[in-house]
């Protein structure tokens, strides 16, 4: 294990498990197999392809695109020869494709299909040292006649061609492989400003995936959907670090649009998504139940109660009694076997959640249905994770505690700090960033956080969010968020308090959820603007404030908001490409809101460019308006009389 | 537009020779004569009531025209039941989608096979043996559709549940799944918004490119047409006006005159 290297751990699978499934693809209605040995057998055609183009030990590969197969040839194959590989998010405007390649010094891109394609011909004049850029999906690309334009099926030829003139080479660049080369850079999510790009050695990747594994073992026989961005740090962990130390079969839906369909079809026994697929899945069920006949959400509701009590039972450590475990028995057979079936979680024995914090109503509920859901924490520079749920130990409040070989403490401003062997070795090009992140083998977070009594990990947020409110208390901008979002008619929320008197949010609707909801009441709406300025929508969301606010202290409770005209948006910068919010980003931008929000005024009118898809801009004009909540007015005042009194 | 240049080169796919159509006293077309070249996107454009439809239904055997003829790949095909012309090689999409509503896309799409289908009443009935084998192949030629106008996520959706956008896609399908040789599309992108009309046209491009069927396309949105043909027939009041590449078409005189309008012309000039 010691001398381990990704390709190696592939080149071993492929002698151990042969012919058992590797991968696994839907195309053409038919999940299509890849075994280890076809597998392994594509890696070393790319990678001796790649060594006939001129790629060499060192270099880089950029690889965009969706989840498929040949993503993975990619990046194993640029390992195989040395190299290290950068996942771009297939979603990234050109401009940030442009930005990527040119930090990472990209000798080569594979990018997927006529999409991709497209961005870089739009970049390339610019571009240097970019030998050839590969596609794998030809539709619409027959006519392209850009000469660095090829297929990776004929690379793959080139590479085998290459393979049988040089015997003995591929062995050899395997071999030559070292624990501690750089296998791929990671970008970080980039909440404040451009993504470095963490440098991620296979030695890194391995003890991770190793970690994981000594606290949840997986096995050939364990099924995973990989459905999320392969160049998420988190996607890396459980197809590349964890899935080739065990052996796990991946699954690659067929489109974006069949994601959930086709978990379904696999039933997975392992999922890792962020805190967003959880929350979606939880709407849609949400709202299913409303449009659904009296009787069923009468049964629905009285099996979620018993769901509720018993997981509220297991978290408090306590022994259920007899009559509330027959009655949970018969929740489940009526009610969640089902609801996960649906949900394609039936044959889930454990499900993560990490990259942010899930709101803890979110997850009572999946634990109400019998889903194992655990969070972990870690980032892109401990290689996706280091602190985790151990089964059987779950506190909704915390992340767990350290993975083996995982040292974790708290430095005296709070700061939670890492060391392990997952921590990376420093961000690609950039020392001053690295010697700010990485001292004396600590890796620094950024979050803040303490130990319980359990000696379980709690992340409070950011450290540079975390928020001192005029009476004193602290407060956490992302746990009031968290709490909003769990209603499936709030897609996003960004909350202030800090710096200033009383707290107050800016809400992003749902456009699919509170457009059902309208079109049931019978209200009747044109556009995403239209609909979030209807009273009885701010009504609706008022309920939702009211209802997080009961679970706030006073000073921390909600007493302003207004529901924000356009939907928050990546291309727009708004959000990470994880979608995460960029909350200085938004303060900036709608500066005038959030000073409107402590005014005395009741709306406003705003105006703010949008960026469509095909890069077009235009100009939107509106007026908002400002919710306040009378039971808080009281504190409201005594805020301004503060503010007054301060000046 | 990929074979743009290959129209001169090999002997036309389909040649309207003098075709002249009459509803009673009513001439709908009148000594129509223009070539259609194997691989290209070729257009048909002209004001409402120039005889655009009328004259896709004679291609397709729906109207029978009273003088000339109609010759695919050679051979006539005037007085040929549609159901005759449709397994030549010929397919087509109507201005209102006329789908099996109730049924699913694939069902809609597996019926675009039932030209194809060989196996007979009694094994089709016990579906065993050839008939299975049969039906796997055909699946697998409607699989190919799907996949090339990514209509994976509705495959097993209701036709009428759709979006219109939707179905006029899986119309599309239904035509392809028959794989034809000459597809005849009439106003595939009506009603539709400029996304999905950039859409709807980048998959016409794609299935010309793909698979080399000739394509011959009714549609009002000029700058769609000018962008994705390869060559333009004008008609108006039933007669052929112009017929070329879509730069000849744009900058003569008659076209600007009869498609434009006058007024438009006299701007212009």
Redesign the interface.
């Known amino acids: 294990m010691d001398n381990a290297t990704l390709p190696r751990l592939l080149m071993e699978n492929a002698r151990r498990l042969g012919n058992r499934v590797a991968l696994r693809e839907k195309?053409?209605?038919?999940w299509q197999t890849v075994t280890w040995r076809q597998f392994a057998d594509h890696v070393r055609a790319f990678a001796m392809g790649l060594r006939a183009l001129g790629v060499e030990r060192g270099d880089k590969v950029a690889i965009i695109g969706d989840n498929r197969p040949e993503w993975l040839y990619a990046e194993l194959a640029t390992q195989a020869i040395g190299g290290a590989s950068i996942g771009i998010y297939q979603d990234s405007v050109a401009e940030e494709v442009r930005y990527l390649v040119e930090a990472s010094d990209a000798r080569v891109i594979v990018a997927e299909d006529q999409e991709q394609v497209d961005k870089i011909i739009e970049i390339w004049p610019g571009l240097r040292g970019v030998l050839k850029v590969i596609y794998y999906e030809p539709?619409?690309l027959?006519?392209y006649r850009q000469p660095y334009l090829a297929s990776f099926p004929d690379i793959e030829e080139m590479g085998r061609a290459f393979d049988h003139a040089h015997p003995g080479l591929f062995e050899a660049e395997v071999s030559q492989g070292h624990p501690d080369d750089i296998a791929i850079l990671s970008t970080t999510s980039g909440t404040t400003g451009k993504p470095k790009l963490a440098m991620l050695t296979h030695r890194n990747l391995i003890s991770q995936g190793a970690g994981l594994l000594a606290v949840d073992p997986l096995g050939p026989d364990d099924e995973f959907v990989s459905f999320l961005p392969l160049a998420w740090v988190g996607e890396q962990m459980i197809t590349v670090a964890a899935g080739l130390q065990c052996g796990l079969t991946i699954n690659f839906p067929?489109?974006i649009?069949?994601v959930q369909?086709n978990i379904r079809e696999i039933g997975p026994s392992v999922m890792f998504s962020p805190p967003r697929i959880w929350e979606n899945m939880l709407s849609q069920v949400q709202v299913k139940i409303q449009d659904s006949t009296r009787l069923k959400r009468a049964v629905y509701e009285w099996g979620l109660r018993q769901g509720y009590a018993m997981a509220d039972a297991r978290f408090n450590g306590a022994t259920p009694g007899l009559l509330l475990r027959l009655k949970y028995a018969l929740a489940r057979l009526i009610v969640f076997e089902e609801l996960k079936d649906h949900l394609g979680l039936r044959f889930i024995k454990r499900a993560y959640t990490g990259g942010a914090a899930l709101g803890p109503d979110v997850f009572r509920f999946y634990h109400a249905i019998g889903v194992n859901l655990k969070q972990v924490y870690g980032q892109t520079e401990s290689a996706g994770l280091s602190v985790i749920h151990r089964d059987g130990q779950i506190k909704f409040q915390t992340v767990g505690t350290p993975l083996p070989n995982t040292e974790v403490r708290i430095a005296a401003n709070g700061e939670i700090l890492v060391k392990s062997p997952s921590v990376f070795i420093g961000y690609y090009r950039n020392p001053e960033a690295t010697a700010e992140t990485l001292r004396d083998g600590w890796l620094h977070s950024g979050d803040a956080g303490y130990f319980d009594e359990d000696g379980h990990l709690v992340v409070i947020d950011r450290a540079k969010d975390v928020m001192t409110l005029s009476d004193g208390t602290i407060f956490s901008p992302q746990f009031i968020e968290n709490k909003l979002k769990f209603s499936p008619y709030v897609k996003e929320a960004v909350v202030f308090g800090g710096n200033w008197p009383f707290v107050t949010a800016i809400i992003n609707i749902d456009f699919a959820n509170v457009g059902k909801w309208a079109e049931n009441a019978q209200i009747s709406y044109t556009t995403y603007t239209d609909l979030a300025q209807k009273p009885e929508v701010y009504a609706l969301i008022r309920r939702d404030v009211e209802r997080t606010n009961a679970d706030l202290p006073p000073a921390a409770r909600i007493q302003r908001f207004l529901l924000l005209h356009k939907e928050l948006d990546a291309d727009d910068g708004e959000l990470t490409r994880t979608r995460k919010v960029r909350r200085r980003l938004i303060a900036e931008r709608y500066r005038e809101i959030v000073e409107t929000l402590y005014s005395d005024q009741r709306e406003m009118e705003v105006e703010t460019t949008i960026t469509y898809q095909d890069g077009r801009t235009a100009l939107i004009k509106t007026r908002l308006r400002i919710e306040d909540l009378e039971e808080a007015a009281t504190v409201e005042t005594n805020g301004r009389m503060a503010r007054a009194l301060a000046r | 537009?990929?074979n743009g240049n290959g129209a001169s080169l090999s002997p036309p796919q389909l040649e309207i020779d003098s075709v002249s159509l009459d509803f009673g006293g009513v001439r709908a077309l009148s000594n129509v004569c223009f070539n259609i070249y194997p691989g290209t996107i070729q257009a048909i454009i002209g004001p409402n009531g120039a005889g655009k439809t009328s004259l896709l239904n004679c291609i397709s055997g729906l109207y029978r025209p009273q003088h000339g003829a109609i010759r695919f790949e050679g051979r006539n095909i005037i007085g040929m039941a549609p159901h005759a012309i449709a397994r030549l090689g010929i397919a087509r999409s109507f201005q209102n989608i006329e789908l099996f509503r109730h049924m699913t896309v694939l069902d809609n799409l597996m019926l675009g096979r039932h030209i194809h289908m060989r196996s007979g009443v009694l094994s089709g009935g016990l579906y065993w043996g050839r008939a299975q084998r049969e039906e796997i192949a055909h699946?697998?030629v409607v699989?190919?559709v799907?996949?090339?106008l990514?209509i994976?996520?509705i495959?097993k959706k209701t036709v009428g549940t759709l979006p219109y956008g939707l179905q006029k896609r899986v119309e599309l399908g239904r035509a392809l799944a028959m794989s034809p040789r000459l597809l005849l599309l009439d106003e595939p992108m009506a009603g539709m918004n400029s996304e999905e009309k950039e859409d709807m046209a980048?998959f016409i491009?794609?299935v010309n490119?793909?698979r080399g069927t000739t394509i011959v396309l009714i549609e009002h949105d000029m700058g769609v047409v000018m962008d994705i043909s390869d060559r333009v027939a004008v008609l108006e009041f039933g007669q052929l006006i112009a017929d070329g590449t879509p730069e000849e078409v744009r900058t003569d005189p008659k076209v600007i005159d009869a498609y434009l309008g006058r007024e438009h012309a006299i701007r212009q000039g």
């Open positions: 195309d053409f209605g038919i539709k619409g027959r006519s067929e489109s649009d069949t369909e | 537009m990929a699946r697998e699989e190919q799907i996949d090339l990514e994976q996520s495959r980048r491009l794609d490119e793909e």
